[in-house]
């Protein structure tokens, strides 16, 4: 029977036997692990296969924000430290070669990584664009601010992380980086025109729009919808992210406990889902608001279930690459960038 329309995290290093028995009862598509979630290899890879025996299906997704630099969940020992988006952009500034060969092999690093731990998906690439004056929670987790420059590197980190074995998520769609605010807390608005949002925020989304999967932003674009935020917005998801932009991947939220959205979570995941996302994320553990979300997912269906499906398939077992190698050879080319 298909999953439900939904993602979900968990409290600890560990399920609880309510957190199994609401996976076991709710089946939701995938499970995303963060900071609180992570001990040690051993402790991540029985957690992973705790949840997948949980809502019975042996390739459940399972997903995680391993960016590198200030959004890194897994951390060393049990990963290498992984350096900013910015700094694949400080190259690729230098010598795009050099710069676009570093971030598709930093990519396979980090999906090797991750596959050994029974991680899937990959909340990357961040495909926003920096704009002076805003908001530094994108920051360096930005390639570079030239939409070309963005494409090109954001597809080398796609290339690599299929590669190694692991599905990515572009993001923050149709583009986070003139907010003004932090999402986390409150919500941003943007008040350029939307010309100049197609010219420059949209372009590396479109340019990439054959990604497998995408996830919306929390940001309300004046322009083209004023009162309801990106991941609740019809207007933006067909218009913009499905329409200009182009995309027919698989379509997720962003994580619905941020403040960026009001109201109940049970009903931000009903205004994401009739908006056009294909799944909601929720992403704090708990249970309460879970329950709410898991209320408000039906089974995958339709165009989202085949969304889901073909990208799924995407996943490939890697073919066992040398990561101290790939590790070298990503560290001599970053060298280039300060040399």
Not at 191 to 212: G, I, S, V, Y
């Amino acid at each position: 029977m298909p999953a439900r329309a939904f993602i979900v995290g968990c409290s600890g290093l560990a399920l609880t036997a309510d957190e199994r028995a609401f996976l076991r009862d709710a089946e939701p598509w995938g499970l995303i692990l963060f900071g609180r979630n992570v001990g040690d290899a051993e402790q991540i890879r029985a957690l992973v296969d705790d949840f997948r025996d949980a809502v019975g299906h042996a390739d459940a997704p399972v997903l995680i924000d391993q960016e590198g630099g200030r959004v890194q969940r897994i951390r060393p020992p049990l990963a290498r430290s992984h350096p900013p988006a910015a700094r694949y952009g400080e190259l690729y500034a230098r010598d795009p070669e050099a710069g676009v060969a570093a971030a598709r092999i930093g990519a396979e690093l980090m999906a090797g990584e991750l596959v050994a731990m029974g991680i899937t998906v990959d909340c990357l690439p961040v495909l926003d664009l920096p704009v002076d004056g805003m908001t530094q929670a994108i920051g360096d987790r930005a390639y570079a601010d030239a939409p070309e420059a963005v494409a090109a590197l954001g597809q080398a980190v796609i290339e690599g992380m299929l590669a190694g074995g692991v599905l990515p998520v572009i993001k923050h769609m149709p583009g986070h980086g003139r907010a003004t605010v932090d999402s986390h807390y409150h919500l941003p608005r943007v008040t350029a025109d939307r010309a100049t949002l197609e010219a420059r925020d949209f372009a590396p989304f479109r340019a990439l729009n054959r990604a497998p999967v995408g996830m919306t932003g929390h940001l309300v674009f004046e322009a083209i919808d004023p009162d309801r935020p990106a991941t609740l917005s019809p207007i933006v998801l067909s218009e913009i992210v499905r329409g200009c932009i182009g995309f027919d991947g698989l379509l997720m939220s962003d994580d619905l406990s941020m403040k960026a959205l009001s109201g109940p979570v049970g009903a931000s995941a009903v205004g994401a889902l009739a908006a056009g996302c294909d799944l909601a994320l929720h992403c704090n553990g708990d249970m309460g608001e879970m329950r709410e979300v898991a209320a408000a997912a039906p089974r995958l269906a339709g165009r989202s279930a085949e969304r889901a499906a073909a990208a799924l398939a995407l996943i490939a077992t890697p073919a066992g690459a040398d990561l101290v190698a790939l590790a070298d050879q990503r560290d001599r080319l970053l060298e280039r960038a300060t040399a």
